[in-house]
């Protein structure tokens, strides 16, 4: 019997309630308590063209499934947007979605990470642990650079997709979770396979919903809608008024190449709305693109 009952039970032996009074206070701790539903946010893909409505069609396609998912594509094309637009609009969407960034997790740990520790399973594990599967049940996972998984840990997520539970490590105990696996990489995940770097049933595993997300220099006929976006949001952040961006600039931004995507994009016009005193953004805020254009031979 639970303290908190067993305290009721007492104040009832002492005549300090009533038996409608400690009826009503054990009916109460019996009651599941409701969570509050919590609130989905709004995350969409920015973009008018016609590839990029078709692109969002797919993505809502994908989020409709429970298969695991494949992002690729360049550094800053935005993948974890991605993978938060599938996450919410799925049966996942209420859930937790939690992000792992592979790489900075040392190897030694990554299995504890994602699955969790019980105490004393290694040097160092003084309590138990719930790792992200367990923490994000009935959410998603994303896995960013899934590449630089370890081998051990790839071996234990492949089992973890196959039979739906995994044990934490120094663990028996099968724990089942309802998570959805998307993992993003910048590069094609299949030459890791051929490199022996990464398991091919695991990537088989998750190549059944590849999305490749494309650099900005391909889809071009979204910067305006992008620019906007950018300069709306950082204006707000500003609590200034949006500046308008003149045709010169906005010329300059659609001949530059943007190596690090929309990345770059947002960082460039973000700077520009706060240095921006006047009611327009000409191409003398964007120094850096200025240069780079300037430095190429004519």
Request: net charge negative; glycine share 6%.
């Amino acid at each position: 019997m639970y303290a908190a009952q067993r305290k009721v039970l007492t104040l009832l032996h002492d005549h300090k309630v009533t038996v409608d009074e400690a009826e009503e206070l054990l009916n109460a701790m019996e009651t599941p308590q409701r969570s509050p539903v919590p609130s989905i946010p709004k995350v969409e893909l920015i973009g008018t063209s016609k590839w990029t409505q078709q692109f969002r069609t797919n993505l809502h396609k994908i989020a409709g499934t429970q298969s695991p998912v494949l992002i690729q594509g360049e550094t800053g094309t935005g993948k974890e947007l991605i993978a938060r637009i599938i996450h919410y609009n799925s049966k996942y969407a209420s859930g937790p979605f939690v992000a792992l960034h592979t790489p900075s997790t040392a190897p030694t740990l990554a299995n504890s990470e994602l699955f969790g520790h019980e105490e004393g399973a290694f040097t160092g594990a003084a309590s138990q642990k719930k790792g992200m599967l367990e923490i994000a049940n009935d959410g998603t996972v994303c896995l960013d650079k899934i590449d630089a998984l370890p081998l051990e840990t790839q071996n234990r997520l492949h089992d973890f997709l196959v039979n739906g539970y995994f044990t934490r490590v120094g663990g028996t105990k099968p724990i089942y979770a309802d998570v959805r696996i998307i993992g993003t990489t910048h590069g094609d995940l299949k030459q890791f396979v051929d490199q022996r770097k990464f398991r091919s049933d695991l990537y088989y595993r998750l190549s059944i919903c590849v999305v490749q997300s494309p650099p900005l220099r391909e889809r071009l006929e979204d910067l305006p809608a992008l620019v906007q976006h950018f300069v709306e949001q950082q204006a707000e952040l500003d609590s200034k008024k949006p500046p308008q961006v003149s045709d010169a600039a906005m010329d300059l931004l659609h001949k530059y190449d943007w190596p690090e995507n929309v990345r770059e994009l947002y960082s460039v016009i973000s700077r520009a709305v706060v240095l921006c005193e006047g009611d327009e953004i000409t191409p003398d805020y964007f120094p850096a693109l200025t240069a780079t254009k300037q430095s190429i031979p004519q």
